[in-house]
């Protein structure tokens, strides 16, 4: 007999969706959807390596298609698993400019999904890890058509967000509200199980994860931080220890387990326009919900991000993200400078 029970995402789904009497079972259908699109992407991803030994590289692949960047391919195939499911209205990704409507020969449904299809894909040449975020919102507008505004959100109003970390393992982590839980792909079966229940990031880490590259562009606050990270003070337990792997995915995925402070600040070399790099929708938002429900906090530093309005579908924020204490003790840092 088994010890555990096994208990696949779908059924975890559903089981959180009864939580909410009035639900459809809309909202699990669009989660089917997703990982069945995730499932896909990770197949792709994991023969990524192989292209050139089986000669799929070059203009065209073995069916005359033209072969695509596999974050192309991704963003293409979240759209397709998601277009005709009659639970959307829009969606937006971080590969396209504008939103992206249903097709007029698909029903509409009541959500929003936005989303960034690979995080990170610069790195998969050397088999770093990667991932997809995802945002989830109820349309706002009410007229017959979604509009921009359905997507240019807070994200206290996301109804759901997670990722899908393609690592040494396939693992998607999602939150509806109710606790951030953790699903390992088994490859054998095709399904994604769980894994991680209920998982909560300690309130204090020993890691600190930021491009030390781009120190000279820091503000005053960020340079003090970092200094003070690396002061050895065993009462406080400094020395940290740098990770920084530049794969947004894998490296939150990580401080959620262990515990730290992942930071990408904005770039001060003009003091007038700070620039910086995230994006609020489909990155900083979604992370956002995830770190909050599981105990911890993400800030610009001086703003929470779950309570910044979009004004613009590729709106970047400063993102400091992770341990409670560590976030807080950043924020003191930063309003100090
Ligand atoms: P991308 O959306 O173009 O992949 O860029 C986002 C990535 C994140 O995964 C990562 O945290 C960050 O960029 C790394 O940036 P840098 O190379 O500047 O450290
Ligand atoms: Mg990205």
Excluded at 64 to 74: I, N, Q
Excluded at 201 to 210: D, L, N, R
Excluded at 211 to 217: C, I, L
Aim: charged share 25%; net charge neutral.
């Amino acid at each position: 007999m088994q010890k555990h029970k096994v208990v696949t995402i779908q059924r975890h789904i559903v089981e959180q969706e009864r939580l909410f009497p009035r639900a459809t079972g809309d909202f699990t259908g669009l989660m089917w959807d997703l990982t069945l699109a995730a499932k896909t992407i990770s197949r792709e991803v994991n023969k990524a390596g192989l292209a050139d030994i089986l000669g799929i590289t070059g203009e065209q692949n073995v069916s005359g298609d033209t072969v695509k960047k596999l974050d192309v391919y991704a963003n293409e195939r979240i759209f397709k698993a998601m277009d005709h499911g009659g639970h959307l209205c829009v969606m937006a990704s971080e590969e396209n400019e504008d939103i992206i409507p249903i097709p007029d020969e698909f029903p509409k449904g009541k959500y929003v999904l936005m989303f960034d299809p690979l995080d990170g894909s610069s790195n998969i040449d050397a088999n770093v890890s990667v991932g997809t975020i995802f945002s989830i919102h109820r349309k706002k507008t009410t007229g017959k058509e979604a509009t921009i505004e359905d997507c240019l959100r807070k994200g206290t109003e996301q109804v759901a967000a997670g990722y899908i970390v393609y690592g040494s393992s396939t693992m998607m982590v999602y939150t509806t509200g109710q606790g951030v839980h953790g699903f390992t792909l088994d490859p054998s079966i095709g399904e994604f199980l769980l894994s991680h229940e209920n998982i909560k990031i300690p309130s204090k880490g020993k890691i600190y994860s930021i491009n030390e590259g781009n120190a000279n562009t820091w503000d005053e606050g960020t340079k003090k931080y970092i200094a003070y990270l690396k002061e050895s003070d065993a009462a406080t337990g400094r020395p940290y220890s740098l990770r920084y792997i530049g794969s947004l995915v894998a490296d939150f995925h990580r401080n959620l387990l262990y515990g730290g402070i992942f930071l990408y600040p904005a770039d001060y070399k003009d003091p007038k326009k700070p620039k910086a790099k995230l994006r609020l929708l489909y990155e900083a938002a979604p992370l956002a919900l995830i770190v909050e429900q599981a105990g911890g906090l993400a800030s610009t530093g001086k703003e929470r991000i779950l309570d910044i309005q979009a004004a613009e579908l590729h709106q970047k924020a400063p993102l400091i993200i992770g341990s409670k204490e560590d976030v807080l003790m950043y924020e003191k840092f930063f309003k100090q400078k």
